[in-house]
């Protein structure tokens, strides 16, 4: 299986920070790799696929980038509805598997 | 819009069998693969399996043996079964859908609500 690392594993943060956490894939996934968003009590939500396309209705202060092992979400001025845990998931191969996750606090 | 509504029992004894259903409201039926995942409680996300309107499935190995996946594409529904739970199943259970003809290039979208699923004696 590939195993995804993410860190940090969790991150306080302020309003208005620019947020950048890292996710490493233990071998090459091209430009395979997706990113969600998780708050209390939900389901995960898609924020970005592909690497670096924002799904529908994702506020632009998101990004991603990166390719083969490694991947960034940055978000580029926090706000306080962006409190949240942050997955990234492989979808190179069977099974896919996702990061252990980044919980984003104010 | 689509959503997806799951549904079944939340509450389980060891070796029982988990039985969760999702239905499908809106756009095609035939243009994804139908998932399921979980999430045990404070942990991260597991990949189930897949199930396409055809009926072909592709399951983590990790519980291989244990899950099997159904789909009537009639009612737009589908299943997830996985024998002999134990507490390590205890998880939120939930579906999604991947693109079918994504390549690598596959995401889920959307989710179900989540089941809470409970292992106890």
């Not at chain 2, 079944?8 to 035939?30: D, I, Q, R, Y």
């Not at chain 2, 996946?69 to 134990?86: H, P, R």
Request: positive net charge.
């Amino acid at each position: 299986d590939i195993q995804m690392t993410q860190s940090p594993s969790s991150l306080s943060t302020s309003v208005g920070d620019r947020v950048t956490i890292t996710c490493r894939a233990s071998q090459s996934i091209r430009s395979y790799l997706n990113w969600y968003q998780q708050k209390p009590g939900k389901a995960p939500t898609l924020l970005i696929y592909a690497t670096s396309v924002l799904q529908n209705g994702v506020p632009s202060r998101f990004g991603g980038s990166g390719s083969g092992t490694d991947f960034t979400l940055s978000i580029s001025s926090l706000q306080p509805e962006d409190v949240a845990t942050y997955y990234c998931q492989q979808s190179y191969n069977f099974p896919y598997t996702f990061g252990q996750g980044t919980k984003l606090d104010i | 819009q689509v959503q997806l509504q799951q549904w079944g029992a939340g509450l389980l004894k060891p070796s029982e069998t988990l039985s969760l259903s999702c239905v499908v409201n809106g756009e095609s039926f035939s243009s994804f693969y139908w998932t399921w995942l979980r999430q045990p409680p404070g942990q991260g996300l597991e990949w189930i399996g897949e199930i396409n309107h055809s009926g072909s499935t592709n399951y983590n190995p990790s519980l291989k043996g244990r899950v099997t996946l159904s789909i009537d594409t009639s009612k737009k529904q589908f299943s997830l079964s996985l024998i002999s739970v134990t507490a390590a199943d205890m998880a939120v259970y939930y579906c999604t859908r991947r693109p079918l003809r994504g390549g690598s290039y596959n995401w889920f979208d959307p989710w179900g609500q989540g089941t809470l699923v409970t292992v106890s004696s």
